[in-house]
């Protein structure tokens, strides 16, 4: 069945930066897209960026120049990377899969993993 | 960015009650818009998509409604395992943006 689980450490250091893992089974990276999704605790949902099924990438403009996403399709992850981390980052990031195709959204996602800036 | 304002922020509601949660955007976003529902310490849950198609295995008592820049949830017949916070997305337009939320509780 379809799964994705996150990974990375749950503590980053101010102004190091961030690296999750987003491992998947059940379908294949070259036929869904995967996006990345934060939510602070008790607060709303921000869409972070997406990697396509032909591996190129968009980002959310405010986290643009800070984040990156990458993957591995013969080990079926997706990576992501932001640098210089500050408290206002502490949130629990998701990947979730696209429903379908482009311009859909979210039918499955991870259960998340949680992140604390910390010194 | 597409901003989406979500109401009300908070509902209490009981058993067997029918319930509305609106969802308004500040543009027209072609009914590109979904509901999740999501539980204390869950990842959200995909219920609608293209405003009104039910996802596979949501209970019939979920529907979703509306066009241009004004949506709505509505939950028929309330059902305790129903109590979570429900969020809104448009996705017509990158950045795909949500609705700040909306805390569902008994009455």
């Known amino acids: 069945q379809v799964q994705l689980k996150e990974s990375g450490p749950g503590l980053v250091q101010p102004s190091q930066t961030l690296s999750l893992t987003c491992t998947v089974s059940g379908f294949s990276l070259t036929s869904y897209n995967v996006h990345w999704v934060r939510q602070p605790t008790g607060k709303g949902l921000e869409w972070m960026g997406v990697?396509?099924?032909?591996?190129?990438?968009d980002y959310n403009s405010a986290l643009k120049s800070r984040l990156s996403i990458s993957r591995d399709t013969s080990k079926s992850q997706v990576f992501l990377k932001m640098n210089s981390l500050q408290t206002e980052d502490i949130a629990t990031y998701y990947c979730a899969r696209e429903l379908n195709s482009s311009y859909m959204p979210f039918d499955y996602w991870g259960q998340g993993v949680m992140v604390t800036v910390s010194s | 960015d597409i901003r989406m304002t979500q109401s009300p922020a908070s509902l209490s509601a009981s058993l067997g009650e029918t319930v509305n949660i609106e969802c308004l955007a500040s543009e027209d976003i072609y009914s590109d818009l979904a509901w999740y529902q999501q539980k204390p310490g869950k990842s959200p849950q995909l219920l609608i998509y293209?405003?009104?198609s039910l996802q596979n295995g949501v209970p019939s008592r979920f529907s979703g409604s509306g066009s241009g820049t004004q949506y709505s949830l509505k939950i028929n017949s309330l059902q305790s395992e129903d109590v979570a916070t429900y969020f809104c997305?448009?996705?017509?337009?990158?950045?795909?943006?949500f609705g700040a939320g909306t805390k569902l509780e008994l009455k």
């Open positions: 293209n405003a009104n």
């Open positions: 990697i396509w099924t032909g591996g190129s990438t």
């Open positions: 997305q448009q996705y017509n337009n990158y950045p795909n943006t």
